[in-house]
């Protein structure tokens, strides 16, 4: 198609682009089963953090107008077109502002792909739409549990706002916030996590012990960090996940903040018991958004220290898509489990 937009005039190709462009936008709608092309935004079709695809029409003239510029002066730089958009403005939902690698990410095994189902639901998710196979099952208007009026209509931003001037929120952020209806325990959240954090270690020969009891807490407490790494020619590492609701403020300053207070309280819960043990203790703390604190960082750092020096970019990378893949997971299955309540519900 590229070749087509470089060669044939605008007034004669238009209509073959359009037909194209069509038909990639109702292959993007199968991917995520929603069958209405028109409640699909072309802002997030056409931007590497939704569908990926590249926009042959809006940029035709622009296509033809540089080749042929190009051809006439000799250059080949100037015949280059952005076609793919990388805003993020459409991509500031409170559940996928900061979370794009998985989608992207094709995982070394079975064991951490997201199934055919998660993914859709969870691509759909990213786009701010519901699949067809959940709206069919829901009424338009319904009452979460927690006596909270929702829509799931696949709206555009305009009805989005008229919805919550009218005391009616959208479907997909309330289900992140509110385990009401979902009745998915948000401790399930954390869990994909902190497995897919082990089994990416131990893929790279970091061994792991989950659940440690190892340590003595002034308190005699049952309390326990999550993850033990056992690194080689250094002290073991311990962890605690948590993942948890963003700040709930507009101020940009916020993002991250409540992360980084539980990383705070997570420090000062086992950072002194693991230190008496000879061990280093580095809190896994991040929010909903994907927002991963500073401790992560350092953890996922420290720990590609232990693994050969040319394997550690793809370890970085594998830890990072992971952690990205199991909050998708987690949002498909918040999804998949509302349907299988509302069905059950009397």
């Known amino acids: 198609m590229l070749y087509y937009c470089s060669t044939t005039p605008p007034q004669f190709g238009t209509t073959v682009v359009q037909h194209f462009q069509h038909r990639m936008k109702l292959s993007f709608s199968k991917i995520i ?3 209405d092309l028109n409640s699909i935004r072309d802002k997030m079709v056409y931007n590497y953090n939704g569908g990926n695809l590249s926009d042959y029409l809006t940029h035709y003239n622009t296509i033809y107008n540089q080749t042929v510029s190009s051809i006439q002066r000799g250059g080949v730089k100037s015949m280059m077109v952005k076609l793919i ?47 067809d196979f959940c709206r069919s099952e829901f009424n338009e208007i319904m009452r979460c549990d927690c006596d909270t009026a929702v829509t799931t ?5 305009e009805e989005e706002t008229n919805m919550k001037e009218k005391g009616i929120v959208p479907l997909l952020p309330h289900l992140i916030s509110c385990a009401a209806l979902q009745k998915v325990n948000f401790t399930i959240r954390r869990d994909h996590v902190k497995l897919a954090i082990a089994h990416i270690a131990n893929r790279y020969g970091i061994r792991t012990t989950l659940e440690p009891r190892v340590y003595a807490y002034p308190d005699n407490s049952a ?21 948890v609701q963003p700040a709930n403020s507009t101020d940009i300053t916020a993002i991250g903040s409540a992360a980084a207070a539980k990383a705070r309280e997570k420090i000062a819960q086992h ?76």
């Open 33 to 35: 089963g929603v069958s």
């Open 223 to 243: 309390s326990r960090p999550d993850i033990i790494f056992a690194v080689q020619n250094c002290a073991h590492i311990a962890t605690d996940v948590i993942v």
């Open 85 to 131: 958009e990388f805003s993020r403005e459409e991509f500031l939902s409170p559940e996928t502002s900061c979370d794009r690698l998985w989608s992207q990410y094709i995982h070394p095994t079975h064991v951490g792909q997201l199934t055919i189902q998660q993914y859709k639901c969870a691509l759909a998710i990213r786009c701010h739409l519901i699949p």
């Open 271 to 346: 950072g002194a018991a693991v230190a008496q043990f000879g061990h280093k203790f580095i809190p896994f703390a991040l929010e909903t958004t994907g927002h991963m604190d500073s401790g992560c960082f350092q953890l996922i750092k420290t720990l590609s220290n232990a693994v050969p020096f040319a394997s550690r970019p793809s370890f970085v990378m594998d830890m990072k898509a992971a952690v990205s893949t199991a909050l998708a997971q987690y949002r498909a299955e918040v999804l998949i489990s509302t349907l299988t309540h509302v069905r059950t519900r009397t």
């Open 153 to 157: 209509k696949n709206l555009s931003p």
